[in-house]
């Protein structure tokens, strides 16, 4: 566009007779054409400055994404929306009504006097790895695991949801009491099965015979290999005031009532 208007202009200039001479014919074009090159130079800045803020910006929507992606594993939707747009506004909620699931692992104890530190660390992992993915399945967020303890928090936003949310925990419960007795076969099985858990690798390349451990197991049959753990699960419903708390790495947490009685319940199994 900066080339065709300085080409009007010289050509103006030339038919209107307002150039007399060859010299300033001469002298015209040569300020023509630094006009040009300081236009051309700054039109070049533009387009750099543009698309580097094009870039910056691309750059910071992909930390964005990422960062939604770290904190919707760690928080609810709706609060790790929250703390990205603004952190300052995320805290304790109101009180509201949700489903609590309290488990707690039988044999685990007995467990780590069976095996090293460094095979419990592992089975925990795969364990947790399967339970983590159920919670996924069933629409839930984990909330914490302590020890071999394992909460699940279902906050309900609307009140004909209470229903199909109940049979949604209760699904949840019901397959993790069925995946850990696939566990437990593993665990019997001498195996390295959690490192497999994560689809990583094949199943079918598992390969090796069994240990004295897992010997020992085998021995008492199908009951001996169920009993290696066993879990208890506790499900309540009721109002919790949920939201991040801390300043050092800020936790979701609901306190209430209902998370006590979830653990009672849990307890009585």
């Given at each position: 566009?900066?080339?065709?208007?300085?080409?009007?202009?010289?050509?103006?200039?030339i038919?209107?007779?307002?150039?007399?001479?060859?010299?300033?014919?001469a002298?015209?074009?040569?300020?023509?054409?630094?006009?040009?090159?300081?236009l051309h130079?700054?039109?070049a800045?533009?387009?750099?400055?543009?698309?580097?803020d094009?870039?910056?910006?691309e750059?910071?929507r992909e930390?964005?994404?990422?960062?939604?992606?770290?904190?919707l594993?760690?928080?609810?939707?709706?609060?790790?929306?929250?703390?990205v747009n603004?952190?300052?506004?995320?805290?304790?909620?109101?009180?509201?009504?949700?489903?609590?699931?309290?488990?707690?692992?039988?044999?685990?104890?007995?467990?780590?006097?069976?095996?090293?530190?460094?095979?419990?660390?592992?089975?925990?992992?795969?364990l947790?790895y399967?339970?983590?993915?159920?919670?996924?399945?069933?629409g839930?967020?984990?909330?914490?695991?302590?020890?071999?303890a394992?909460?699940?928090?279902?906050?309900?936003?609307?009140?004909?949801?209470?229903?199909?949310?109940?049979?949604?925990?209760?699904?949840?419960?019901?397959d993790m009491?069925?995946?850990?007795?696939?566990?437990?076969?593993?665990?019997?099985?001498?195996?390295p099965w959690?490192?497999?858990?994560?689809?990583?690798?094949?199943?079918?390349?598992?390969?090796g015979?069994?240990?004295e451990t897992?010997?020992?197991?085998?021995?008492?049959?199908?009951?001996g290999?169920h009993?290696?753990?066993?879990?208890?699960?506790?499900?309540?419903?009721?109002?919790?005031?949920a939201?991040?708390?801390?300043?050092?790495?800020?936790?979701?947490?609901?306190h209430?009532?209902?998370?006590?009685?979830?653990?009672?319940?849990?307890?009585?199994?």
């Amino acid at each position: 566009c900066s080339v065709a208007v300085l080409f009007l202009c010289c050509a103006e200039a030339i038919v209107s007779g307002k150039l007399a001479t060859s010299s300033m014919v001469a002298a015209y074009i040569l300020v023509l054409i630094f006009a040009f090159v300081v236009l051309h130079h700054r039109q070049a800045n533009v387009e750099k400055e543009t698309r580097r803020d094009w870039m910056a910006g691309e750059a910071l929507r992909e930390d964005r994404r990422m960062m939604e992606m770290i904190l919707l594993d760690m928080l609810p939707r709706q609060y790790a929306i929250g703390m990205v747009n603004d952190q300052a506004k995320v805290g304790v909620g109101a009180r509201r009504k949700a489903f609590v699931l309290f488990s707690d692992l039988q044999g685990y104890t007995a467990l780590n006097e069976r095996m090293r530190g460094s095979e419990i660390a592992m089975v925990m992992h795969g364990l947790w790895y399967i339970f983590d993915s159920l919670v996924q399945k069933h629409g839930m967020h984990k909330m914490d695991t302590v020890g071999d303890a394992f909460i699940v928090l279902c906050l309900v936003d609307n009140e004909k949801d209470l229903g199909p949310l109940a049979c949604a925990m209760v699904d949840l419960a019901r397959d993790m009491v069925v995946a850990l007795r696939d566990i437990n076969s593993a665990i019997a099985s001498g195996k390295p099965w959690h490192q497999y858990v994560d689809g990583t690798k094949d199943y079918r390349e598992l390969e090796g015979g069994e240990d004295e451990t897992s010997k020992a197991w085998r021995s008492g049959g199908e009951a001996g290999v169920h009993q290696i753990l066993n879990i208890r699960i506790g499900i309540d419903v009721g109002r919790v005031v949920a939201g991040v708390i801390g300043k050092l790495q800020p936790r979701f947490h609901a306190h209430g009532t209902v998370m006590a009685s979830a653990q009672a319940l849990e307890g009585a199994c």
